[in-house]
Nanobody, 123 residues
């Protein structure tokens, strides 16, 4: 069992930066690929990025490539999403999720989800 808790969301001006954190419980954190997703009301949850269990593999959605960076610290059971050059279109609730040994963008393949953290980018 893995529990995920996101933090770091908030209100930022366009062009600004935020860093989200996702802390996981459990001793098996390093086995999981960790994904970030986001959702706005009335729309489907969309993939943002993923980092593999070994950190060698990282993949981003085209919409955030070059602006967002995912890292993880297995010693702290934490994954981070550094968001730079934020745009109003990035406004959403951001979720982290854990996939057991699967490097996937398909949200249906994820085993555990956090509660989400709101990111609002003002124009």
């Amino acid at each position: 069992q893995v529990q995920l808790v996101e933090s770091g969301g908030g209100l930022v001006q366009a062009g600004g930066s935020l860093r989200l954190s996702c802390e996981a419980s459990g001793r098996t954190f390093s086995r999981y690929a960790m994904g970030w997703f986001r959702q706005v009301p009335g729309k489907e949850r969309e993939f943002v990025g993923i980092i593999g269990w070994s950190t060698v593999n990282i993949h981003y959605a085209d919409s955030v490539k070059g602006r967002f960076t995912i890292t993880r610290d297995n010693a702290k059971n934490t994954v981070y999403l550094q968001m730079n050059s934020l745009k109003p279109a990035d406004t959403a609730v951001y979720y982290c999720a854990a996939a057991n040994r699967e490097f996937t963008t398909d949200l249906r393949r994820y085993d555990y989800w956090g509660q989400g953290t709101q990111v609002t980018v003002a124009s």
